[in-house]
Nanobody, 116 residues
Framework: QVQLVESGGGLVQAGGSLRLSCAAS????????MGWYRQAPGKQREFVAS???????AYVDSVKGRFTISRENARNTVYLQMNSLKPEDTAVYYC??????????WGKGTLVTISS
């Protein structure tokens, strides 16, 4: 089993920044890709960003140039630096870990609220 714990959410004004963290524990050797998803009220969960073990990244178009995903393999931690935040970024942000076999692990989420 893999446990993922997010932190860093909160309330900020539009244009501000937040840094989310996700600490992994347990059978972390099985995890290859890590990423962030978000779910806004009344909407489906959507992909935000991902990073492979060797550092290759991917982003949804709406956050490109504003969000940066990174990971510290030695600390089993992945980060999401969010800049120039917009009210439409308001959502619960979930950390995701995916094994080489395609099994997904999820954290419980951290709430990000952007005020206009």
């Amino acid at each position: 089993q893999v446990q993922l714990v997010e932190s860093g959410g909160g309330l900020v004004q539009a244009g501000g920044s937040l840094r989310l963290s996700c600490a992994a524990s347990g059978m972390i050797f099985s995890i290859n890709d890590m990423g962030w998803y978000r779910q806004a009220p009344g909407k489906q969960r959507e992909f935000v960003a991902s990073i492979t073990r060797d550092g290759s990244t991917a982003y949804v178009d709406s956050v490109k140039g504003r969000f940066t995903i990174s990971r510290e393999n030695a600390r089993n931690t992945v980060y999401l630096q969010m800049n120039s935040l917009k009210p439409e970024d308001t959502a619960v942000y979930y950390c995701n870990g995916r094994s080489l076999r395609g099994m997904d692990y999820w954290g419980k989420g951290t709430l990000v609220t952007i005020s206009s």
